[in-house]
């Protein structure tokens, strides 16, 4: 039972680490390219952000997952940008977010990126993230 155990948490943990390393490649296959390629590939950010003189452009994605097999029920409301939110009674409604954050120079060339969330790059459904002229 242990050996089982053991071998479940060693998959999940290469799982993670192989996630981390396919977003690390990802945010730094864009560096040195103009931020105009990134936003055809990714679409508009979500927020544009000036901080201490750096220009910082960030897209949030959100997937929501609720579980009501306890007798739960969920009602969904999708917003003008397409972005639903879930409402969970009885049930336990379960956010799967991913953030990106990518910092342009002057001259909007893209510089440092960075990432975070609990669902990267699942979240995506297949769509690519890296930059196709850079792989």
């Not at 981390?20 to 990714?42: A, F, N, Q, R, V």
């Not at 750096?54 to 007798?71: P, Q």
């Not at 336990?92 to 990126?113: F, Q, R, S």
């Amino acid at each position: 039972m242990k050996k089982i155990l053991l071998i479940c948490l060693l998959l999940i943990s290469t799982s993670v680490y192989a996630w981390e390393t396919y977003m690390d490649k990802c945010i730094k296959s864009w560096i040195g390219y103009p931020l105009d390629s990134l936003i055809k590939h990714w679409g508009y950010p979500d927020e544009e952000k000036s901080i201490a003189g750096k220009k910082l452009y960030i897209w949030i994605d959100y997937d929501y997952d609720t579980n009501t097999n306890a007798g739960g029920m969920s009602i969904s409301k999708t917003d003008k940008k397409g972005r639903e939110t879930v409402f969970s009674m009885g049930g336990e409604a379960v956010v799967n977010y991913c953030k990106k954050t990518i910092e342009a120079d002057k001259n909007n060339i893209i510089i440092n990126g960075s990432w975070k969330g609990n669902n990267c790059p699942l979240l995506y459904g297949g769509k690519k993230l890296m930059n196709p002229q850079n792989k």
